[in-house]
């Protein structure tokens, strides 16, 4: 993941995210707490039989975990809530909290803490929704309704990403195996994956995951006005017969081109703040920057 501080400082990095105490942090704080309270049952059941394990577990689910069959529903409200802090399996919580913090924190510094308590709260209602009225709507889920439930994070996460990605599409991170990618992309290619694995299988969660999605891509278009194309796209649109009466073309054709002797100052001056910030994240971390600071490094790495 890119801008974030690694190396010697990483653990005193995170020691300083959960002692401020944000709104992500106490996010990630819930999720894994419910975790771990659900293990520590499990192993209770554990000492009487594995079988009392297994039910043990299963009851856990049907308390907490969103049931699709209305009827069932209908006595467990609160589990529309419950099931998006719910998580059994240690990959499930692990990989949904590291993306959670991964774009938990860029969404942080673009909307702000509030907002993202709003959209992982009414992503997560979303994706049961959407899950919920697609197993009743299609036959296909008929013979599995009265037993289907929904729990994890998931769809909350999947918000969050689908929400900054249309926020800020020109941002970009950095993939093991597929090198810098712009998170718009990103999301778009979570959003196809889910939708072609329905049939293959956990057709709820991937159904619930397109619902986070949907809600995340509506509420930057509900709430935020200054929603933008990434550069190639305004690029393209600068060329089409409609695209000199944009916004961006206007800004951009209004633009005086660089001399040399400018473009090269210009470019190192940033190379220099860009020095200056990298030293100040080696001697005191990531958290140490200014927003200032933080919107330059986040301008920086969206545009190589």
Do not use: C
């Not at 990095?13 to 049952?41: D, M, Y």
């Not at 577990?57 to 529903?73: E, K, M, N, W």
């Amino acid at each position: 993941m890119d801008n974030y501080a690694s190396g010697p400082n990483t653990a005193e990095n995170l020691k300083r995210f959960f002692r401020e105490g944000s709104v992500l942090a106490n996010l990630i704080i819930v999720n894994v707490s419910v975790w771990l309270l659900v293990q520590v049952f499990r192993v209770i059941f554990s000492f009487i039989s594995v079988q009392e394990e297994t039910l043990g577990t299963s009851a856990i689910i049907r308390f907490f975990g969103v049931p699709a069959y209305l009827p069932t529903l209908s006595g467990k409200p609160w589990t529309v809530l419950t099931y998006m802090f719910l998580h059994v399996e240690i990959w499930h919580v692990l990989f949904n909290m590291l993306w959670l913090y991964w774009f938990g924190k860029i969404f942080q510094e673009y909307l702000g803490s509030r907002k993202l308590l709003i959209v992982y709260i009414l992503g997560g209602l979303s994706g049961a929704v959407v899950y919920i009225a697609a197993f009743n709507i299609f036959s296909t889920f008929a013979y599995i309704l009265p037993q289907s439930y929904a729990l994890g994070a998931s769809a909350s996460v999947m918000a969050i990403v689908t929400s900054i990605a249309f926020k800020e599409p020109d941002f970009s991170v950095y993939l093991l195996f597929f090198g810098r990618i712009r998170i718009l992309y990103l999301a778009i290619a979570l959003f196809i994956f889910d939708f072609f694995m329905i049939p293959a299988g956990n057709a709820g969660g991937h159904i619930a995951h397109i619902g986070g999605a949907l809600f995340g891509f509506l509420y930057i278009q509900f709430t935020t006005r200054n929603f933008r194309f990434p550069s190639m796209w305004k690029k393209r649109m600068k060329g089409s017969p409609g695209g000199k009466n944009s916004e961006y073309t206007s800004y951009e054709s209004s633009q005086r081109p660089l001399s040399d002797d400018e473009y090269n100052l210009q470019k190192k001056a940033k190379q220099k703040q860009m020095d200056e910030i990298l030293d100040k994240i080696s001697k005191g971390g990531y958290d140490s920057l200014t927003r200032d600071e933080k919107e330059f490094l986040f301008r920086s790495s969206g545009k190589r």
